[in-house]
Structures are given as C-alpha cells and as structure tokens.
C-alpha cells in the first residue's frame, strides 16, 4: 500500500504562491511517474502537471512558466510549486502515484482571491 499525505494549500491573493508537498509512504525514487492533479468546483479532476523518475516534467498549458513540478528522493515528497497565482487555479489539489496500482492523496484546497 502507498499513502500520500498532502499540505501547503491555503488561501492566497491573486498574484501570489504557494508551494504543494505531498510525502509518500514510499520511496519515491522508485517511481516511474508521479502527478499533480487538481479538480476545481464543477469541473472534471483533470491534470496539471507530471514528473518522471528522471525528472522528465510535462506542464498543462494553463500553468506552464508558473507552476514547476519536482521531487526530492530523500526526503519521499512531491512539490508543485505555484507562482502568479489565479483565481482560475482555485481548487482541491491532488497527488497521484503509479505503484503497483493508482493512489491518491486526500487533496488539499487551494483558493485564489482577486
């Protein structure tokens, strides 16, 4: 079994960052490819942002040249960091890891004020 446990989301003006962590219950070196996926009110989970075991990342459109993806080995944790934050960016934030099976975090709330 893999657990992810994600924090960092918060409330934030438009304009600003935050930075996403998600720690696994696993060593994440492991991992071929791990993801950010975020799922705003009413709309489909959809994808945001991946990274591979060679750090390899892939950005959706809408957050390319403002979010970055990464991961560090050591420490089993995913980040996303978010800059230039928009009110279009508002909502739940969810890890994903492929191992052996799909598991998901508990999704943390990001919310962009203007």
């Known amino acids: 079994q893999v657990q992810l446990v994600e924090s960092g989301g918060g409330l934030v003006q438009a304009g600003g960052s935050l930075r996403l962590s998600c720690t696994v219950s696993?060593?994440?070196?492991?991992?071929?490819?791990m993801a950010w996926y975020r799922q705003a009110p009413g709309k489909e989970r959809s994808l945001v942002a991946t990274?591979?075991?060679?750090?390899?990342?892939n950005y959706v459109d809408s957050v390319k040249g403002r979010f970055t993806i990464s991961r560090d080995n050591a420490r089993n944790t995913m980040y996303l960091q978010m800059n230039s934050l928009k009110p279009e960016d508002t909502a739940v934030y969810y890890c994903?890891?492929?191992?052996?099976?799909?598991?998901w975090g508990q999704g943390t709330q990001v919310t962009v004020s203007s």
């Open positions: 990274i591979t075991r060679e750090d390899d990342t």
């Open positions: 696993r060593a994440i070196g492991l991992i071929k490819t």
């Open positions: 994903n890891v492929q191992y052996f099976g799909s598991y």
